[in-house]
């Protein structure tokens, strides 16, 4: 955190979206595409946690050497702080927030970010995965990254979920 009023968050899950980041947090505003060296992907549970607001695994990240997760950096006003942290369920333990270095083409930026407790694997819904790959597209991640999220095995779901709130998402 920073005395500016503001702090970046490095967002690689559903976040990417601008529209789904907005729903609660208003003041986020595009900074730029940024790459978090040495950590992977996963889509996965809390704990024995079976009821998933996207009626699937949600994305999170782990610690591995030679990968890399790409996302965006997104400036927001300190009075989201809290908002993204409730988001994320980090006042039920579901995510701990993190303090990362995001290398961009401007340099390193140090980020605020969240990885998943007692992460279980499990699939994600057929949604989830639209609202990251339409984050993915909207802000022009890299296309090999592109494709790799597009090629990600869902779990069939059909039913309503969070995708339903959100409003003037491209079909």
Same mark, same amino acid.
């Given at each position: 955190?920073?005395?500016?009023?503001?702090?970046?968050?490095?967002?690689?899950?559903?976040?990417?979206?601008?529209?789904?980041?907005?729903?609660?947090?208003?003041?986020? *505003?595009?900074?730029?595409? %940024?790459?978090?060296?040495?950590?992977?992907?996963?889509? %996965?549970?809390?704990?024995?946690?079976?009821? !998933?607001?996207?009626?699937? %695994?949600?994305?999170?990240?782990?610690?591995?050497?030679?990968?890399?997760?790409?996302?965006? *950096?997104?400036?927001?006003?300190?009075? /989201?702080?809290?908002?993204?942290?409730?988001?994320?369920? *980090?006042?039920? %333990?579901?995510?701990?927030?993190? @303090?990362?270095?995001? @290398?961009?083409?401007?340099?390193? +930026?140090?980020?605020?970010? $969240?990885?998943? /407790?007692?992460?279980?694997?499990?699939?994600? !819904?057929?949604?989830?995965?639209?609202?990251?790959?339409?984050?993915?597209?909207?802000?022009?991640?890299?296309? =090999?990254? +592109?494709?790799?999220?597009?090629? *990600? @095995?869902? /779990?069939? $779901?059909?039913?309503? !979920? +969070?995708?339903?709130? +959100?409003? =003037?998402?491209?079909?």
């Amino acid at each position: 955190m920073s005395n500016t009023g503001y702090f970046m968050y490095f967002a690689f899950g559903s976040n990417l979206l601008k529209e789904r980041l907005q729903l609660k947090n208003p003041s986020a *505003v595009f900074h730029c595409v %940024g790459k978090l060296k040495g950590y992977v992907l996963k889509f %996965g549970l809390w704990g024995d946690y079976v009821d !998933s607001r996207w009626n699937g %695994g949600v994305a999170t990240i782990e610690e591995s050497p030679d990968e890399d997760v790409w996302g965006v *950096v997104w400036k927001m006003g300190e009075e /989201n702080l809290t908002s993204l942290d409730k988001q994320e369920e *980090v006042d039920k %333990g579901v995510y701990s927030p993190l @303090e990362v270095k995001v @290398e961009t083409d401007a340099g390193s +930026i140090f980020c605020r970010t $969240y990885k998943m /407790n007692q992460f279980r694997p499990r699939l994600p !819904s057929p949604q989830y995965k639209k609202v990251v790959c339409l984050g993915a597209q909207q802000n022009g991640l890299p296309q =090999d990254y +592109i494709k790799m999220l597009q090629e *990600v @095995e869902t /779990n069939d $779901y059909t039913g309503p !979920s +969070i995708l339903d709130e +959100i409003k =003037d998402v491209k079909k």
